[in-house]
Every structure is written in structure tokens, then in C-alpha cells.
């Protein structure tokens, strides 16, 4: 798989705050790329050095396919979706679609656009009427308006609904089927793990991690969670075996559920309510940082 | 420059204005409550003291001519204004400006026959003007209204102009839709101009609407050429625009521009001759406002109006209007920020 772009040491310092320190990595091309971690952790910095909009203190980030550095013009190739956009006030979604729609040489026919995000229902509806999910559609409209190759989200689905996000993750999944590049920032796991084939975890404007979901996963975690109701289990079950309670419920960390099941049912635990779960990027977050996500 | 671009952005801020109903509509009745508050308001014979204009004042250094001028302006409750010129002082008077015009020089005097003010400060002076030539004239009366017109549309240019492009290029910035520009192949001299010859265009249509209404309501007096107001009145809407552009450059706070427009605003309204004319001010108030670009505007299209002046008659404030856009635009331009740096 060819490399879409290249990061190299990249740092921005912003007075005495250093937002991105010296962050290395490259974006596959055809790949959902993930930057995760918590709010501040530094992934919007990154991604607006990658998409020109704001300069780095040093390092550099390269399009491969034109070998050229990042500048003002490479905004014509992609697309991108920030995290908090206002649009125009007193503009249709159409209106605000042909706007953009004449910033660029090359753009996908209006009906194309429209089917691809689901505009259709609102297409003559004031911007500012607009609901949250709405919203994010016409806003990734407006970053695949020119049809480009790579794409950037920044947190495209925060403050949206479950229903919303879910829809929200269809479309996305849509434009990755036809082979683009797609680079997507959030601080929700379970989207990455929806969407991402690629992940760099950040904090505090440094990698943490790299990988696939699963490679990082199957490195970090070779067992799976049991959770059980704390009134049916013992206390001195859970003192012997060291498990954990959490929010009402026993914790049992194993690599062999066969066994720990065997075990619970010798000591006569009742395993109604038993729930069974592997681990996921947020009990990896959880595991690399020592602290929950600072959502 | 990419005209597809431009016009685009072009459409969308005029389209974003003439919805707004709520703006539109005070743009609209803000000058048109304000010419029928004053022409209401100054119905009667207008201010009541009485002007007198004096020429050749400044010639004089014969004794018996400077006691001849003692001898009027011990008179008290009345404005005497010195003309180098007679003919600027004949026509102050035939527009029913000042009420009477004393040249001691030669010994005339000058009356306008249509004025009652006339009659009446000829009548305070008959003891002083016995040994003067009377010679007359005449001339349609200037109501405060004709005056006062000029004034009102330059200000609520200047409003829209600052207020229209100022606050909504940091509106913009704050909100993020500049940066969404930024991330487009849109050049912020494409924004720049667009945004300035969007709100060019809507004053100018403002303005005669407003004009046009109002003059089926008092049929304003006009001697010069419309295609004169025209033009002066767009180069002073396009040095208040850049003026605008320039305060906003850089700033992202809603309340600091606030602020800062009316720092701009406010001198230019009280002091630009929006309400009141600056012949009889201080020199130092004078020099100050020559540096507003309200005053020319406001003067140049009063010239044109009243006198009947042409573009080369103002020339002194064309140019003026010129040279403080290009300052202004190349001050704004030098320091504009899509999105200042965090």
C-alpha cells in the first residue's frame, strides 16, 4: 500500500505550550486513518498542519503523490471537515452548496453530492435551521464537494446524537468504499474501532501508540472481562482472586473463560447477568495512560 | 483574481443582507425617521440666531475700516463668518444660509429678498449700513432639511459601511467561517474585495432608495448632477468600507470591535458636519476633521447639492477620499488575518 502523506517530526509551539511535539507518522493511501485521544491531546494542531491551514514550528508534512510540501494549494486536492464551523446565515443548503461549489476547478456533479450525503430532505432549508446531524451531512458535503482524494474530519460526529452518529459512520464508510483517503480525528473509541485502519494514539502532543486496532489490541490485551452483579459473588471470593468491583459489578480479568466459568459454578455462583467482553480501545487508552479518556 | 470566486462570495454576502429583514428594514428606516424628525423638528425659520457674513476681513488694516467693523460686531446674539471670496458669501445668501453679507471694503451690503431673516438683520443694522449701497438678491430658500440630507445619508453610509463590514469580518473570524474559507482555494483578496464591493453595492442601493423615497416627501433641493453625488458618494462609502476592513484586520473579539468601531464612529458623526456646519468651528476642530473621511463626503456632497459644484469644484475632497482608501486598503490588507493565531 503506497504512502498519501508523509509527517516528519512535526512540533508546534504556541508561546510557552508546546500543542504538537516532534510526531512522526505516515497516512496509507485508501486507508481510514485514525489521530485518537483526549480533548488537547494535540490532534487538531496536527491536522490542521497537515491540511496548510496553520504552520508548524518545525518538521514537515509531504504529499506523496505530488512530492510537495503542504501549502495553500494543495487546497484544491482535498477535503476537509472542521470541528466547529459556522456557515453562512441566511443561505439554503443548495445556495451554501454552489457557494463552495465555485472555489474549486474540478467538483462532483450537485445531484451526486446530495445522494452521497443525504441531502435531499433539506435542500432549501435555511443553514441555521439546520439539526446537528443535518448539519454534519451538509458539512461533509462541503468537504467532498471537490471530489477529492484525501479527506479530513475533525471530530465529525461530537455532540451528535447515537442515531445521528451512526448514520453519520454509513457515509463515512461509503466514501472509504471508494477508495479515498480519509484522515479522522475523535475522541471516541468506539468510532475508531467502527471506521479506522490505521490508528496513532496522542496525549499531551505525543504518539502514544501505533497500529492497527486489533494489532494494538492483541499486543496490549490477551485476555478478556467478566463481569458479574457484586451481590453474587462472595467477598472473600473477590479478596482471594484479587478481582475488582466496579459501578456494582465484579471485574474478573482472564485469559480462559472456560476455566474462570468452571470455577465460578464449583463455588456456586449464581451467573445470571453474566457479562462477557474483550477489550476495546478504551480500556487500551485506559491501559496506556493509566487515566480514563478526558472526554 | 478569479472572478467565479469572487462572484460567488459576492451573491452570498448580498443574499445573506437583503434577507436579513431585520437589518434591512433599519437600514432603511433609521435615515428616513431621522430626515422627517428633523425636517419636522426645524419646520420653523430654522436656528434663531442670525449670521452675518463680512468680506475681505482679513485686507483690513485702515483704522476708520476696522471701527466700522467694531461698530457691527458690537451687536451681540449674532454668528459674523469672514469670506475672502463675495460671490461664496452672494450665495451663502441666496441659499438662505446667512441672512446678510457687509463688504466695508467698497461700502455695499447685500440682502436676500425671499428671506424674512434678511429683512430682519437689515433692519437691526439700518443705523450701521446708512452710508452703505444696498444691492439685492435672491434665491430659493435652503431648508435645514435640503442642509441636513447629505449628513444623514453620509452617516448611515458610514454606519452600514463600518458596522457592515467591520463587525461581520470578526463575526466571520470568531465563528469559523473565515477559516472555512481559508481551507477553499478562495484567496482572502478574493474575500477582501468581494466583501467590499458587496456592502459598496448595498449602500449605494440603500441610499437611493432611501433619497428617491424621500424625495416625493420634500423634494430636495438639487443643483449639481446626480452622476457627481454618485460618484462621491461611493469613494466615501469605499474609504469608510476600508476603514472598516482595517479595524477589523486582525481582532476576533466581538466586544473589542464594538468598541473600536465606535471609537471611529462617534467623532465622525459629531464632528464631520453630519448635523452642523464647521465654518464658524475652532481651526484646531477644523484641521482635526479634515482627517475624517465623513467630512468629504459630507462636504462634497453638500457642495454639489447646494452650490451646484462639480467633481473638479471638490477635487480637494475626491482626492482626499482617494488617498485615504488607498491607505486604508493597504493598511487592511497588510495586517488582515483569516484567523489570528491562537
Redesign the interface.
Given at each position: 500500500m503506497s504512502v498519501a502523506i508523509c509527517v516528519d517530526a512535526l512540533t508546534k509551539k504556541y508561546k510557552d505550550i508546546i500543542a504538537v511535539n516532534n510526531i512522526s507518522f505516515n497516512v496509507k493511501k485508501g486507508h481510514c486513518f485514525g489521530l485518537l485521544g483526549p480533548n488537547g491531546a494535540g490532534k487538531t494542531t496536527t491536522i490542521e498542519i497537515m491540511e496548510g491551514i496553520i504552520s508548524a514550528s518545525s518538521g514537515s508534512v509531504v504529499y506523496k503523490n505530488e512530492e510537495q510540501e503542504v501549502d495553500h494549494n494543495i487546497s484544491q486536492q482535498i477535503g476537509i471537515q472542521f470541528q466547529h464551523t459556522a456557515l453562512q446565515d441566511f443561505l439554503t443548503v443548495k445556495e451554501t452548496l454552489n457557494l463552495f461549489k465555485a472555489f474549486y476547478q474540478h467538483t462532483l456533479a450537485q445531484e451526486k453530492i446530495i445522494e452521497l450525503c443525504d441531502l435531499g430532505d433539506f435542500l432549501e432549508r435555511d443553514n441555521r435551521l439546520l439539526s446537528g446531524g443535518q448539519r454534519q451531512r451538509l458539512l461533509l458535503a462541503l468537504a467532498l464537494i471537490n471530489d477529492p482524494e484525501i479527506i479530513f474530519l475533525d471530530e465529525p460526529t461530537t455532540g451528535l446524537d447515537p442515531h445521528a452518529r451512526r448514520n453519520f459512520w454509513q457515509l463515512i464508510k461509503n466514501i472509504k468504499a471508494q477508495n479515498k483517503t480519509i484522515i479522522l480525528t475523535t475522541h471516541y473509541m468506539d468510532e475508531a474501532e467502527q471506521l479506522c485502519d490505521d490508528i496513532v494514539i496522542m496525549d499531551q502532543g505525543t504518539i502514544i501508540e501505533s497500529g492497527t486496532p486489533q494489532e494494538l489490541l492483541t499486543k496490549h490485551f490477551k485476555e478478556v472481562f467478566i463481569y458479574l452483579p457484586e451481590q453474587q459473588v462472595t467477598s472473600m471470593l473477590i479478596e482471594q482472586n484479587k478481582w475488582k468491583t466496579v459501578s456494582g459489578r465484579v471485574e474478573i480479568t482472564t485469559s480462559n473463560v472456560e476455566k474462570t466459568l468452571a470455577m465460578l459454578m464449583t463455588n456456586n455462583v449464581s451467573l445470571a447477568g453474566l457479562h462477557v467482553k474483550s477489550a476495546n480501545l478504551d480500556d487500551l487508552f485506559l491501559h496506556l495512560t493509566g487515566s480514563s479518556l478526558r472526554a | 483574481m478569479n472572478f467565479?470566486?469572487f462572484?460567488?462570495?459576492f451573491?452570498?454576502?448580498n443574499?445573506?443582507f437583503f434577507?436579513?429583514k431585520s437589518s434591512l428594514s433599519w437600514n432603511l428606516i433609521f435615515p428616513i425617521l431621522l430626515l422627517v424628525g428633523f425636517s419636522f423638528i426645524f419646520s420653523g425659520d430654522g436656528q434663531s440666531v442670525y449670521k452675518v457674513g463680512i468680506v475681505n476681513h482679513s485686507e483690513v488694516d485702515d483704522i476708520e475700516l476696522i471701527n466700522k467693523y467694531k461698530s457691527f460686531k458690537d451687536v451681540r446674539f449674532i454668528d459674523y463668518i469672514n469670506y475672502d471670496n463675495i460671490e461664496t458669501a452672494k450665495n451663502k445668501l441666496s441659499h438662505h444660509t446667512i441672512d446678510l453679507v457687509i463688504e466695508p471694503t467698497s461700502s455695499q451690503f447685500w440682502v436676500n429678498n425671499e428671506s424674512t431673516k434678511s429683512y430682519l438683520v437689515e433692519k437691526i443694522f439700518s443705523q450701521q449700513l446708512t452710508s452703505y449701497i444696498r444691492l439685492e438678491t435672491t434665491g430659493k430658500k435652503i431648508r435645514y432639511v435640503d442642509w441636513v440630507l447629505p449628513g444623514i445619508l453620509g452617516m448611515n453610509i458610514m454606519f452600514s459601511c463600518l458596522f457592515g463590514v467591520g463587525y461581520v469580518i470578526v463575526r466571520?473570524r470568531k465563528?469559523?467561517?473565515l477559516?472555512?474559507l481559508?481551507?477553499?482555494?478562495?484567496s482572502s483578496f478574493e474575500f477582501v474585495s468581494a466583501q467590499l464591493l458587496s456592502r459598496l453595492f448595498i449602500v449605494m442601493c440603500m441610499s437611493a432608495v432611501v433619497y428617491i423615497g424621500c424625495n416625493f416627501l420634500f423634494d430636495f433641493f438639487m443643483l449639481g448632477r446626480y452622476f457627481d453625488l454618485i460618484i462621491i458618494g461611493m469613494l466615501g462609502a469605499f474609504s469608510l468600507l476600508s476603514l472598516g476592513l482595517l479595524v477589523a484586520s486582525r481582532s476576533k473579539s466581538e466586544e473589542l470591535i464594538g468598541g473600536l468601531l465606535n471609537l471611529t464612529s462617534w467623532p465622525m458623526m459629531m464632528l464631520s458636519g453630519v448635523w452642523f456646519s464647521l465654518e464658524g468651528a475652532p481651526s484646531a476642530l477644523k484641521t482635526f476633521a479634515d482627517f475624517l473621511p465623513l467630512t468629504h463626503l459630507v462636504a462634497g456632497a453638500r457642495e454639489i447639492i447646494i452650490e451646484g459644484a462639480t467633481l473638479s469644484d471638490i477635487s480637494y475632497h475626491v482626492g482626499s477620499l482617494m488617498i485615504m482608501s488607498i491607505l486604508f486598503l493597504s493598511l487592511g490588507s497588510y495586517f488582515f488575518s483569516w484567523?489570528t493565531?491562537?
Amino acid at each position: 500500500m503506497s504512502v498519501a502523506i508523509c509527517v516528519d517530526a512535526l512540533t508546534k509551539k504556541y508561546k510557552d505550550i508546546i500543542a504538537v511535539n516532534n510526531i512522526s507518522f505516515n497516512v496509507k493511501k485508501g486507508h481510514c486513518f485514525g489521530l485518537l485521544g483526549p480533548n488537547g491531546a494535540g490532534k487538531t494542531t496536527t491536522i490542521e498542519i497537515m491540511e496548510g491551514i496553520i504552520s508548524a514550528s518545525s518538521g514537515s508534512v509531504v504529499y506523496k503523490n505530488e512530492e510537495q510540501e503542504v501549502d495553500h494549494n494543495i487546497s484544491q486536492q482535498i477535503g476537509i471537515q472542521f470541528q466547529h464551523t459556522a456557515l453562512q446565515d441566511f443561505l439554503t443548503v443548495k445556495e451554501t452548496l454552489n457557494l463552495f461549489k465555485a472555489f474549486y476547478q474540478h467538483t462532483l456533479a450537485q445531484e451526486k453530492i446530495i445522494e452521497l450525503c443525504d441531502l435531499g430532505d433539506f435542500l432549501e432549508r435555511d443553514n441555521r435551521l439546520l439539526s446537528g446531524g443535518q448539519r454534519q451531512r451538509l458539512l461533509l458535503a462541503l468537504a467532498l464537494i471537490n471530489d477529492p482524494e484525501i479527506i479530513f474530519l475533525d471530530e465529525p460526529t461530537t455532540g451528535l446524537d447515537p442515531h445521528a452518529r451512526r448514520n453519520f459512520w454509513q457515509l463515512i464508510k461509503n466514501i472509504k468504499a471508494q477508495n479515498k483517503t480519509i484522515i479522522l480525528t475523535t475522541h471516541y473509541m468506539d468510532e475508531a474501532e467502527q471506521l479506522c485502519d490505521d490508528i496513532v494514539i496522542m496525549d499531551q502532543g505525543t504518539i502514544i501508540e501505533s497500529g492497527t486496532p486489533q494489532e494494538l489490541l492483541t499486543k496490549h490485551f490477551k485476555e478478556v472481562f467478566i463481569y458479574l452483579p457484586e451481590q453474587q459473588v462472595t467477598s472473600m471470593l473477590i479478596e482471594q482472586n484479587k478481582w475488582k468491583t466496579v459501578s456494582g459489578r465484579v471485574e474478573i480479568t482472564t485469559s480462559n473463560v472456560e476455566k474462570t466459568l468452571a470455577m465460578l459454578m464449583t463455588n456456586n455462583v449464581s451467573l445470571a447477568g453474566l457479562h462477557v467482553k474483550s477489550a476495546n480501545l478504551d480500556d487500551l487508552f485506559l491501559h496506556l495512560t493509566g487515566s480514563s479518556l478526558r472526554a | 483574481m478569479n472572478f467565479k470566486r469572487f462572484f460567488a462570495v459576492f451573491k452570498a454576502r448580498n443574499i445573506e443582507f437583503f434577507r436579513d429583514k431585520s437589518s434591512l428594514s433599519w437600514n432603511l428606516i433609521f435615515p428616513i425617521l431621522l430626515l422627517v424628525g428633523f425636517s419636522f423638528i426645524f419646520s420653523g425659520d430654522g436656528q434663531s440666531v442670525y449670521k452675518v457674513g463680512i468680506v475681505n476681513h482679513s485686507e483690513v488694516d485702515d483704522i476708520e475700516l476696522i471701527n466700522k467693523y467694531k461698530s457691527f460686531k458690537d451687536v451681540r446674539f449674532i454668528d459674523y463668518i469672514n469670506y475672502d471670496n463675495i460671490e461664496t458669501a452672494k450665495n451663502k445668501l441666496s441659499h438662505h444660509t446667512i441672512d446678510l453679507v457687509i463688504e466695508p471694503t467698497s461700502s455695499q451690503f447685500w440682502v436676500n429678498n425671499e428671506s424674512t431673516k434678511s429683512y430682519l438683520v437689515e433692519k437691526i443694522f439700518s443705523q450701521q449700513l446708512t452710508s452703505y449701497i444696498r444691492l439685492e438678491t435672491t434665491g430659493k430658500k435652503i431648508r435645514y432639511v435640503d442642509w441636513v440630507l447629505p449628513g444623514i445619508l453620509g452617516m448611515n453610509i458610514m454606519f452600514s459601511c463600518l458596522f457592515g463590514v467591520g463587525y461581520v469580518i470578526v463575526r466571520y473570524r470568531k465563528n469559523s467561517v473565515l477559516k472555512r474559507l481559508k481551507a477553499t482555494p478562495l484567496s482572502s483578496f478574493e474575500f477582501v474585495s468581494a466583501q467590499l464591493l458587496s456592502r459598496l453595492f448595498i449602500v449605494m442601493c440603500m441610499s437611493a432608495v432611501v433619497y428617491i423615497g424621500c424625495n416625493f416627501l420634500f423634494d430636495f433641493f438639487m443643483l449639481g448632477r446626480y452622476f457627481d453625488l454618485i460618484i462621491i458618494g461611493m469613494l466615501g462609502a469605499f474609504s469608510l468600507l476600508s476603514l472598516g476592513l482595517l479595524v477589523a484586520s486582525r481582532s476576533k473579539s466581538e466586544e473589542l470591535i464594538g468598541g473600536l468601531l465606535n471609537l471611529t464612529s462617534w467623532p465622525m458623526m459629531m464632528l464631520s458636519g453630519v448635523w452642523f456646519s464647521l465654518e464658524g468651528a475652532p481651526s484646531a476642530l477644523k484641521t482635526f476633521a479634515d482627517f475624517l473621511p465623513l467630512t468629504h463626503l459630507v462636504a462634497g456632497a453638500r457642495e454639489i447639492i447646494i452650490e451646484g459644484a462639480t467633481l473638479s469644484d471638490i477635487s480637494y475632497h475626491v482626492g482626499s477620499l482617494m488617498i485615504m482608501s488607498i491607505l486604508f486598503l493597504s493598511l487592511g490588507s497588510y495586517f488582515f488575518s483569516w484567523n489570528t493565531d491562537r
